[in-house]
């Protein structure tokens, strides 16, 4: 029998994707940049620089359920979000962060050579995620208000197409999407999946949406606006149609122990969080204000926790670098309708002076 080269063994279309860049934490930030890890102002994960509830650290260091696997029905998870968002609790279902339910959406839908609809710039997880399932992706990019182009997505729907991928607010634009396209697309018939990462900053929802059409689903997360994108807590709302599906092909104990200690600790403080949620929408407004008065970036108002900037001068990459040396860290994306841009998460006020402070010395050089 022939050998083999571990290289014949990958899958060909493995060969040709393009490896999603994540953001890296404060320690390895540090390492690789030669900082101590509290030096750096770190801006570019959308994380909630307030953090967790402190009953979240209380709940962890009580439980005693660590040596056990979790609940694989999550139904103390489940109970918990219906009472937070008062949908019951047979239409939610939970993921180790929602990325884990993009990953099981498309696994459950797209075999080779059928197609999402993806409407960048957005959030790369959608591409990624259909690509290691070998779909393909077809963009319709969004105007130059970014918005969604509602006639060329209709246009571009085939035999082949599944999902239609949507995230309100857009990231990394932070722009709302006119919520009366949805119903347009639904009529479509296809799989309408609603990004709503960030609704805790924009209040604006049609998770309810999801119990009158099957063809909805809307997706949340604990990882902005509870402090919890270390311990990987997203869900999805949608009719159970499509959830029994993914609840065959999910791993077992996707929701760890200490996931669902943090999410109680969290529902149980609520009014701490939103008085959280509240000074980051604050410092959010501050912060577009002062960028506004650069003569090098043009900021897009914002309904989540970041602000996108243009650069109507200089490269995106080089500010991204310049900001780095001063250890402070922005998103910078190397897609085409972004080269252009950087964003910038909202901090602490400290952060946004800092910030503001490294930007008005580089527009100097710029």
Known sequence: MPSKKIE???RPDVWDIKEYIPIEPPEVLGKAHGMAPERIIKLDGNENPYGPSPRVAEALARCQSFPFYPDPGQQELRRLIQGYIGIDARYIFGGSGSDEIIDLILRATISPGDKII??????????????????????VPRDDRYQIDLERVLEVIDDRTKIIFLASPNNPTGTLMPLEIVPELLKTGLLVVLDEAYYEFSGKTMIHEALQHENLIVLRTFSKWAGLAGLRVGYGVMQESISRHLWKIKPPYNVNVAALEAVQATLSDIPYLRTNVEKIKAERERMYSALEDL?????FPSEANFVFCLLTRGRGLAVRDALREKGIFVRYFETPLTRNAIRISVGRPEDTDAVMRALQDIGKEL
């Not at 993806?118 to 963009?139: A, K, L, N, Q």
């Not at 003569?295 to 900021?299: E, N």
């Open 8 to 10: 014949d063994l990958i």
């Open 118 to 139: 993806d409407c960048p710039p957005t959030f790369g997880m959608y591409r990624f995620s259909t690509e290691v399932c070998g779909g393909g992706v077809v963009d």
């Open 295 to 299: 003569d090098f970036l043009k900021p």
